[in-house]
């Protein structure tokens, strides 16, 4: 009877019904059903949906299914950092480790884990550990060479040149990996041409299995700009809800972590981070446009409002993540596709754009190795068309809801950031605090690429990177200004 109901769960899914799969997954945990490994699968649904509670009690029921099986136990740890728990799962793997010191999947986890942190040494421990007993760790060396800058020592790099060429990588990811690694190596040795080499290299590798469609997105927002015109925002009723987020709104590697890090050291902040909880919070809708919202509407019954109804679920996932809070920042990368639901959603919710300088940017993603959901940053001209649909939707955005956005220059947050991060917090209706410019002392996880650069004070170094790889990047400059 257990197997049959969990074997509901995908199919309601698909149904974007939420609510029945939460209802059976509760229900399979409160009947402490024998499911044996199908747990996992659940546990992974759970997450991919926020739900916290029943991820991690899935995860646990998972693990307890073999508690000497390693994996068992990784899985579940890895599920514990992605639902924000990164002590938690250190705290699961560390024993481990003491009876399996050779493991090197374990040392990869804690030093993943503790980078996330802000634990930056005993993460290049344990990182290096894992790589003395497996060198073509290309996801590990990608971790190792982005916390810290002794790649500049010319035994990383040939270690990583010798595992290039002994091959048999675990998947062609992690040789694409260890070629991104290689160039942020390169880089910080001042070895430009080889730099651009590798990431070239590993590019490719990223581009046989997952090509941008250019078309599908640019119909997207065009999409979106139509559905969200100034005059079906303004006949288009919100919800009830005085919920007060922040959201950051910008392109990667643009500072949005530097925003968000700065606003969660906030006394009034319970955290922040990549949430991705309003898009699970819209699942019933089935889409992100009016037309979307109307149709999920038109289900409903006893009077209840879809508008309040995402803006509930929203909530709901925020708390049981964070804890009982008014204010949180959220940062995730998908914002500036939802600003306009947002804006009904949340009434009085606050949105800041960091805006970078292009160039910069450009080089930052390309030279950033990104998941396959972000395919356009491994071309430079597909970079370019993103960034310039980006800017259209961004501008669209700020033309309909006005004073609700500020927009944040990363070059003025960086040289003049007492100024700045006053404007922002006054936007945000925050009381200025001090210790907001020690956010780097924040303990919070981060689980960006800027896991590193956010545990420093604020610096002005990353501007003008582009001057070095400016021919590099040319093709991006003639594409965006097509």
Not at 33 to 44: E, N
Not at 87 to 116: C, M
Not at 331 to 339: A, F, H, I, M, Q
Request: include cysteine.
């Amino acid at each position: 009877m257990s197997v049959e109901l969990a074997n509901k769960i995908l199919p309601y899914l698909k149904q974007g019904n939420r609510n029945k799969v939460v209802s059976i997954m509760t229900q399979l945990i409160n009947d402490k059903a024998d499911l044996q490994k199908t747990w996992g699968g659940i546990a992974r649904i759970a997450t991919s949906i926020g739900e916290v509670k029943i991820a991690a009690k899935a995860a646990e029921l998972y693990s307890n299914v073999d508690k000497d099986n390693l994996q068992y136990q990784l899985s579940r740890a890895g599920i514990l950092i992605e639902l924000g728990q990164a002590t938690e799962a250190i705290n699961l793997i560390e024993p481990l480790l003491i009876k399996n010191p050779k493991v090197y999947s374990l040392h990869h986890f804690l030093g993943i884990a503790k980078s996330q942190l802000g634990e930056l040494n005993d993460a290049e421990k344990h990182l290096r550990e894992a790589l003395k007993l497996k060198r073509n760790l290309g996801h590990t060396w990608l971790a190792l060479t982005t916390l810290t800058m002794s790649s500049k020592n010319d035994k990383d790099i040939k270690k990583m040149e010798s595992a290039i060429r002994a091959g048999k990588f675990i998947d062609p990811q992690s040789e694409a990996a260890l070629y991104f690694a290689m160039g942020k190596a390169y880089m910080d040795s001042q070895q430009q041409a080889k730099a651009i080499r590798s990431m070239q290299k590993g590019s490719k590798i990223m581009l046989k299995a997952n090509r941008y469609d250019q078309h599908k997105n640019n119909s997207y927002v065009d999409s979106l700009i139509s559905s969200y015109s100034e005059a079906n925002l303004s006949s288009f009723q919100q919800s009830s809800n005085d919920f007060e987020p922040i959201f950051i709104v910008g392109l990667p590697r643009s500072g949005t972590t530097l925003i968000s890090q700065i606003l969660a050291s906030h006394s009034d902040i319970a955290d922040g981070g990549e949430l991705e909880l309003f898009s699970q919070a819209m699942m019933p809708c089935k889409g992100y446009l009016i037309e979307n919202i109307i149709d999920y509407q038109n289900t409903l019954v006893d009077g209840n409002m879809a508008l309040d109804d995402i803006a509930e679920t929203y909530h709901r996932l925020v708390e049981e993540r964070y804890g009982m809070s008014d204010r949180i920042v959220d940062k995730s990368l998908s914002n500036t596709r939802y600003v306009g639901a947002m804006s009904k959603v949340f009434p009085k919710a606050k949105f800041v754009w960091i805006t970078r300088d292009l160039n910069d940017t450009a080089w930052s993603c390309y030279r950033t190795f990104f998941s396959e959901k972000m395919n356009w940053t491994w071309n430079l001209k597909d970079i370019a068309e993103y960034f310039k649909m980006e800017k259209k939707l961004m501008e669209h955005w700020n033309s309909v809801l006005g004073e609700r956005i500020i927009e944040l220059p990363y070059s003025k947050l960086v040289t003049d950031p007492n100024v700045w991060i006053k404007k922002t917090l006054e936007h945000c209706n925050l009381k200025y605090e001090s210790n907001v410019l020690k956010f780097y002392q924040n303990n919070n996880a981060v689980q960006t690429a800027s896991v590193a650069q956010v545990r420093k004070p604020i610096t002005d170094s990353a501007m003008g990177m582009d001057q070095h790889y400016a021919d590099f990047i040319k093709p991006f400059k003639e594409a965006y200004n097509k």
